[in-house]
C-alpha cells in the first residue's frame, strides 16, 4: 500500500508530468508546498474526508486551496480507478469557491517600455512571440521548429481539446522566428522555471507590474481593438467556449464598439 506522498510522487511522474509542457513545475510546487507540508503521511487507505479538510484549511488563498483540493481529489480519483483503494475521501470535502481574476491587458506605453526593457536581455524574442500569438506562458517552450511552416505555426497545448491549435503566421511573427538561431529542435530551449526566474527579474525594471498571463490577455485585446471577431480570438487563444472569451474580453468589445459609434455619429449628424 502507498502512503500518500508516496502516491503522490508516482502519480505527478505517471500521470501528470508527461503531460504539461513545463514538465509540471507548477503542479510540482504545489503538491510540496501545499500537500506535503501540511498533513500527515500515512497509508492511502487510512485517509478520511476530515483529515483532507484540516489540510486543506491550513492553505491560506481561497485560490490556492481550490488547486490544491483539485490535487487531492485527481491523485485519490486515479488510486480508485487503479484498485489502490475503495474509496476517495476527497468526495465530501467541502467545495471552495473561488472569484478567478482574469489577466489585465497591458496599456499600449506599457508595452513599449516592456519590449524596450526586454529588448536588453535575451527574454526579448519570447516576450515578442507572447505579444504576437496570445500562447500560454509554458506553450512557447514546447514550439518546434517543424510547427512551422510557411504560412502557419503549430501552437502545442494541453489544457484543453481547443488549446493544441494552429495560427496564421503573421509577417511579424515570420520576421521574429527567422531572427531566431536554430540551435536545437525546439525554438525556445528554455527551462520554465528559469524563465519564471528571469522574468521576475526584468519585471523589477518596470515602472508597471504585470505577469507573462497578461501578455496572453494584451494579444487578445489588441485583436479585438483591431476589429477581429470574437469567434477568430476564441480559436487562436485555445479556449474551448465561445463564453469564456466572450466573458473575459466583453469590456474591450463594449469600449470598442463605443469608439465605433462616435466615428458613425460624427459622419452622420441627423440632428
Not at 126 to 133: D, G, H, P, S
Not at 202 to 219: A, E, N
Not at 245 to 266: G, R, V, W
Request: with cysteine.
Amino acid at each position: 500500500m502507498y502512503t500518500l506522498f508516496e502516491w503522490l510522487d508516482e502519480w505527478f511522474k505517471t500521470y501528470k508530468a508527461p503531460t504539461l509542457k513545463d514538465g509540471g513545475y507548477d503542479l510540482r510546487h504545489t503538491i510540496e508546498k501545499h500537500v506535503k507540508r501540511n498533513i500527515l503521511d500515512k497509508p492511502l487507505d487510512e485517509y478520511t474526508t476530515l483529515d483532507i479538510q484540516k489540510g486543506l484549511n491550513l492553505v491560506k488563498s481561497n485560490r490556492m486551496r481550490q488547486i490544491t483540493r483539485q490535487v487531492y481529489n485527481q491523485a485519490f480519483t486515479e488510486a480508485v480507478r487503479l484498485d489502490i483503494v475503495e474509496r476517495n475521501p476527497v468526495e465530501n470535502v467541502k467545495g471552495i469557491k473561488h472569484a478567478y481574476q482574469n489577466g489585465r491587458s497591458l496599456e499600449r506605453t506599457e508595452e513599449k517600455e516592456l519590449l524596450r526593457v526586454a529588448k536588453k536581455t535575451d527574454l526579448y524574442p519570447l516576450i515578442v512571440f507572447y505579444l504576437l500569438t496570445g500562447a500560454r506562458p509554458s506553450e512557447p517552450l514546447a514550439l518546434r521548429w517543424e510547427d512551422v511552416k510557411a504560412k502557419t505555426i503549430r501552437i502545442r497545448g494541453t489544457k484543453t481539446l481547443k488549446s493544441d491549435r494552429i495560427l496564421p503566421l503573421s509577417k511579424e511573427l515570420k520576421a521574429l522566428l527567422n531572427s531566431i538561431p536554430q540551435k536545437s529542435e525546439y525554438v525556445f530551449p528554455y527551462d520554465y522555471q528559469a524563465i519564471q526566474k528571469r522574468f521576475e527579474r526584468l519585471r523589477k525594471k518596470l515602472s508597471f507590474d504585470c505577469t507573462l498571463k497578461d501578455l496572453r490577455h494584451t494579444f487578445g485585446t489588441r485583436c479585438l481593438e483591431s476589429g477581429v471577431s470574437m469567434k477568430t480570438v476564441q480559436k487562436w487563444l485555445g479556449h474551448t467556449n465561445y463564453t469564456t472569451t466572450a466573458n473575459i474580453y466583453s469590456h474591450i468589445t463594449t469600449e470598442f464598439e463605443q469608439k465605433e459609434l462616435e466615428k458613425f455619429s460624427k459622419n452622420n449628424r441627423i440632428i
